[in-house]
């Protein structure tokens, strides 16, 4: 008699970086921190509840969320209203995102009349998911 033990192999990848949505026992969570290669700290998005997990309990996360949906949008979806809003940002803030000092963001803040923590926030935004899309 032969047994079959079929094996199912997932090939589907998961970015572990701040921001990124993934599943877990079958719910979306955000990524809020990695600790290391095995350890991630994840929040969820349907409450305020964040836990300390291993890397292999995540899955790719593929259900309906609206919240999922807003921060995945692609290309397409932006308006250029909002596209030409983040490049003007993005130009903003290129000057100061490899390295930025009080002294240099309050310099740039006072050159565009925008105010210095909007400037923080706009580089946290940027330096964390690589966008000003929010």
């Known amino acids: 008699m032969i047994e079959s033990n079929a094996v199912s192999i997932d090939r589907?990848?998961?970015?572990?970086?701040?921001?990124?949505?993934?599943?877990?026992?079958?719910?979306?969570?955000?990524?809020v921190n990695v600790l290391n290669a095995n350890d991630i700290v994840i929040?969820?998005?349907d409450s305020v509840r964040s836990l300390q997990v291993n890397s292999?309990?995540?899955t790719v996360f593929?259900?309906?969320n609206t919240l999922t949906e807003n921060l995945n949008k692609g290309d397409k979806d932006i308006s250029n209203e909002a596209w030409q809003i983040a490049l003007q940002r993005?130009?903003?803030i290129k000057p100061l995102i490899e390295?930025?000092?009080?002294?240099?963001?309050?310099?740039?803040?006072?050159e565009y009349d925008v105010n210095r923590s909007t400037l923080w926030k706009w580089l946290r935004d940027y330096?964390?998911?690589?966008?000003?899309?929010?």
């Open 12 to 31: 589907s990848r998961i970015t572990l970086k701040p921001n990124v949505v993934v599943g877990y026992e079958g719910n979306p969570y955000k990524i």
């Open 43 to 45: 929040s969820s998005l």
């Open 56 to 58: 292999k309990s995540l």
């Open 62 to 64: 593929e259900g309906e």
């Open 90 to 92: 993005y130009e903003i």
């Open 99 to 110: 390295y930025s000092t009080t002294e240099l963001v309050e310099n740039r803040a006072n």
């Open 127 to 134: 330096r964390e998911n690589n966008s000003l899309m929010t």
